[in-house]
């Protein structure tokens, strides 16, 4: 959830470290800070808020180093404030930047205090930093000291880098959970914990594995497994650019990953369709094998990747004509599944590094499915290699917060392994070439429906003053409306809720006023009639509805009723892609009139790394 960033070299490392954390505040932005070695002494700098007030600290303040670490943080233990930033210090000898969460935090704060320890915050990650420096009672050696510590923290500590004066030509690196990532330089080299934030400085990394730990120096870099045996770890060059990350002529990195949508779709579809059909091997080497028995799905995810999952269980039910479950990873992973013969897990996230959906994969491993199967963005990340087969969106990086293209990539993916599997079910190949036809031409379909933005922003201006907001939609369209309503809620703080249209009679009715507006998805398909009778509920009540309508849908502008058409008809595996669109312009669009901070919504970050 946090950033960590940090850099050795002959040249001054502030600059490095202030340009990659805010490369990094997706992942954090209550706090930040930085520590180096300045004249042979460690300085320390941390700021309430976000890197802008760390980087006007640092103009007041005649320091530089050839060593550091940088962090930006979003709490877990300890409210946001200056004292609870990160790095934290043992004396004037220990710096320490983390991400993850120290599960036995308190026993070893007491343990601590007992040795005249004294803690100046309320976070776990202090404990790290005292801990190393009293094993360095007992050490010269930072490594060993390191080593000692990280044994004896429990829970998923992520990811820990260590600046100390009694080696101060080194960073320390210890991973578990999270990756961390070292990048190679000439005569310098750096950590973080995500590879854009050394974009501007190299394309040559290593990337840490479970239980390693790193001694990171300008001209040197070693790494030590769990065992402390000296190993390597391949080197691989990153296809991303700096530029990559940049906002170009967009206002915010959501806007322009609305807008980038058409491209990430037509990547992620690029090379995977072959003579009007999805070829197995885009799963991986032995993926005919495992596809040729599957007999159940079972999909897990959280939050926007939750509801994609909720899309595909409409579509591989109707089209593959087999049974598919979706739980949220959160409560998958505490529960005992019955897990029928032949079912294939599918995990979903953007990031690949979600903690309760690495989680839910671990536990699923011992529960006798079929196989793992991992949809996700991050080639290098946990979810990758830890999956049995693997289908990458290709979304390029996402910024914004709140969640858009990967979103409809992951659609687009889920798209692909239904058609595979139905195929695997008997469906010929004449209807399998009709589908596959039908997916190439979603990424065109979303570049028409960008032509509704101006409409939309105009529309948003009914949304601004309002606190509650309700989303309906009725079978694959109903996930649709749960994610328009979550990202109304992320980024404009309007409250915001889904329900199936069919529910509203049980209980939603009762909300419905003047003042309540109504968002309806309603393509024109066996299930528009049902719909029409859920609207006229809503209207009857004095409710205000707002309906995105296919061109032939038979509704109407009225006093409480405004219509706006998609751009052209569109068939039912594509819905559920082109009807997202013009909900994330919506929520985009109203933030921006409330004058929230769009692409770091409050309370919220963008890799959720912690439970």
Not at 382 to 402: H, N, Y
Not at 544 to 549: P, R
Request: with cysteine; hydrophobic share 40%; net charge negative.
């Amino acid at each position: 959830m946090c950033g960590i960033i940090g850099a050795v070299a002959e040249r001054d490392v502030i600059p490095i470290l202030i340009e990659g954390l805010q490369r990094l505040e997706y992942r954090g932005y209550d706090s930040a800070g930085l520590a180096i070695v300045h004249d042979q002494k460690l300085k320390c700098v941390r700021r309430l808020g976000k890197v802008k007030g760390l980087k006007d600290a640092l103009k007041d303040q005649n320091v530089g180093g050839n060593i550091g670490v940088a962090h930006t943080r979003w709490a877990t233990h300890g409210t946001p404030s200056e004292n609870n930033a990160h790095p934290h210090m043992s004396g004037n000898e220990i710096a320490v930047v983390h991400n993850g969460i120290i599960e036995n935090h308190a026993k070893l704060r007491a343990e601590l205090e007992a040795e005249g320890f004294e803690f100046s915050s309320e976070t776990d990650t202090e404990v790290i930093a005292h801990r190393v420096h009293y094993h360095l009672a007992e050490t010269d050696d930072v490594r060993l000291a390191v080593s000692r510590t990280v044994k004896e923290l429990e829970g998923g500590y992520a990811s820990i880098v260590v600046l100390s004066t009694h080696d101060p030509e080194a960073l320390f690196i210890a991973r578990s959970g999270t990756p961390v990532v070292v990048g190679l330089g000439s005569g310098e080299n750096f950590v973080a914990s995500d590879v854009s934030a050394l974009l501007p400085v190299t394309q040559r990394f290593q990337f840490l594995e479970e239980g390693d730990i790193a001694v990171v120096r300008k001209d040197s870099v070693q790494i030590f497994d769990a065992e402390g045996h000296q190993v390597e770890r391949p080197i691989r060059e990153s296809e991303l650019t700096a530029d990559a990350a940049e906002r170009g002529r967009f206002q915010h990195y959501m806007e322009k990953e609305i807008h980038e949508q058409p491209a990430a779709l037509i990547r992620t579809l690029e090379e995977r369709i072959s003579d009007g059909s999805i070829p197995d091997s885009v799963f991986g080497t032995n993926a005919e094998e495992v596809l040729n028995k599957v007999t159940g799905i079972h999909i897990v995810a959280c939050g926007t990747s939750y509801h994609a999952g909720l899309v595909a269980r409409y579509q591989l039910e109707e089209i593959a004509r087999l049974p598919c479950t979706v739980d949220i990873a959160s409560e998958y992973r505490y529960r005992s599944p019955v897990v029928p013969d032949n079912t294939l897990f599918v995990v979903i996230s953007q990031s690949g590094e979600t903690a309760d959906t690495l989680a839910a994969l671990r536990v699923a491993k011992q529960f006798g499915y079929l196989a793992t199967l991992g949809i996700c963005n991050v080639s290098e990340s946990s979810l990758t290699r830890e999956a049995d087969l693997v289908l990458m969106t290709r979304a390029g990086q996402e910024i914004g917060v709140a969640s858009t293209k990967a979103f409809t990539t992951q659609l687009a993916a889920l798209l692909m392994l239904t058609i595979a599997i139905a195929r695997h079910q008997g469906l010929d190949s004449g209807a399998e070439r009709e589908l596959v036809t039908h997916l190439a031409e979603i990424p065109g379909m979303v570049e028409q429906s960008l032509v509704l933005n101006d409409a939309i922003a105009d529309l948003a201006r009914e949304f601004a003053d309002k606190d509650h907001a309700l989303f309906l939609g009725r079978g694959a369209l109903n996930p649709i409306a749960m994610e328009g309503a979550l990202k109304l809620k992320e980024i404009s703080y309007i409250h915001a809720e889904a329900y199936a249209a069919g529910e509203l009679k049980h209980g939603p009715l009762a909300l419905v006023d003047d003042d309540m507006p109504v968002v309806a998805v309603a393509p024109n398909n066996e299930l528009l009639d049902k719909l029409k009778s859920n609207l006229e509920e809503v209207r009857a009540r004095g409710g205000q509805l707002y309906v995105f309508a296919d061109p032939a849908v038979d509704l109407s502008d009225s006093d409480n009723v405004r219509i706006l058409r998609m751009p052209a008809h569109v068939q039912p595996i594509q819905e559920p892609l082109l009807y997202t669109v013009p909900l994330q312009l919506l929520a985009y669009h109203t933030a921006v009139l409330k004058g929230t901070d769009v692409d770091q919504p409050r309370n919220l970050a963008k890799s959720v790394t912690v439970e």
